[in-house]
C-alpha cells in the first residue's frame, strides 16, 4: 500500500499544480500598468519650438459675456482683492487686437482670485485652436496671473493634436482693459515645445 501511495503521489501533485495554474493569471502586455515606450512607438519625431501670437478677449459686460462669475464666497465682495470669486470663460481668440479680427480660437477654461493680498488670479484653461495648421489642437495653461503686472508668464502643462506633449509658457500683458465695463483684451505670446 505504501508503493501505491508514492506512486500516487506524483500523479496527485501533478494534477494539483495543473488545476492551480488555471487560477494563475497570466499578465499580457495590455494588464500591465507601465511599460517603457520608445518615440517611434507613440510616432514622435523630431521636437520643434513655435511661438504663437494672439489676442485674448475677455468680455464680462453686455449681453453676450464670455466671462461669466459663477461662486464667490461671502467675503469676496468686502475683500480688498475680490478673494474667492470664480470666472468661467469661453472667451474669443483673434489674430489682432480688436474684435473685427480674424478669430483663431478660444480660451476656456475658469480662472478665479487667488490672492488675499495682492490681485492674482489662479488661471486653468486650454486655448482651443480653429484655424490653420493647429485646428483641433490645444494648449493647457495652469498657472497664476498677477494682473497689474506689465507681463505675466504661465506655464503651459500640455496639449492635444499637433501640441501632444506640448510644454512650454505663455506671456501675457494686458493690450486694453475698461475700467467702467471689466473688458479685457490681453496680448499673449506662446512658446511651447511639441512633436
Known amino acids: 500500500m505504501a508503493i501505491t501511495f508514492l506512486k500516487l503521489k506524483p500523479t496527485i501533485f501533478f494534477t494539483i499544480l495543473f488545476l492551480s495554474s488555471n487560477f494563475i493569471p497570466i499578465i499580457k502586455s495590455q494588464d500591465q500598468f507601465s511599460r517603457k515606450l520608445t518615440k517611434t512607438e507613440m510616432g514622435l519625431k523630431r521636437e520643434k519650438l513655435s511661438h504663437l501670437h494672439f489676442y485674448f478677449h475677455d468680455i464680462v459686460s453686455g449681453r453676450n459675456p464670455t466671462a461669466v462669475r459663477v461662486a464667490g464666497a461671502a467675503t469676496t465682495n468686502s475683500s480688498a482683492t475680490g478673494f474667492g470669486f470664480m470666472v468661467m470663460i469661453d472667451d474669443p481668440l483673434t489674430l489682432g487686437p480688436h474684435m473685427g479680427s480674424k478669430i483663431v480660437g478660444r480660451a476656456q477654461g475658469i480662472y478665479g482670485s487667488a490672492d488675499l493680498t495682492n ?77
Request: charged share 15%; proline share 1%.
Open 119 to 195: 490681485v492674482g488670479l489662479l488661471m486653468a484653461m486650454n486655448f482651443v485652436f480653429t484655424e490653420g495648421k493647429f485646428n483641433g489642437s490645444t494648449l493647457s495653461v495652469l498657472g497664476r496671473n498677477a494682473v497689474f503686472s506689465a507681463v505675466r508668464e504661465m506655464p503651459i502643462v500640455g496639449g492635444s493634436g499637433v501640441f501632444r506633449f506640448g510644454r512650454g509658457y505663455a506671456e501675457a500683458r494686458t493690450h486694453e482693459f475698461n475700467l467702467k465695463t471689466g473688458d479685457a483684451v490681453v496680448e499673449y505670446n506662446v512658446y511651447v515645445f511639441h512633436y
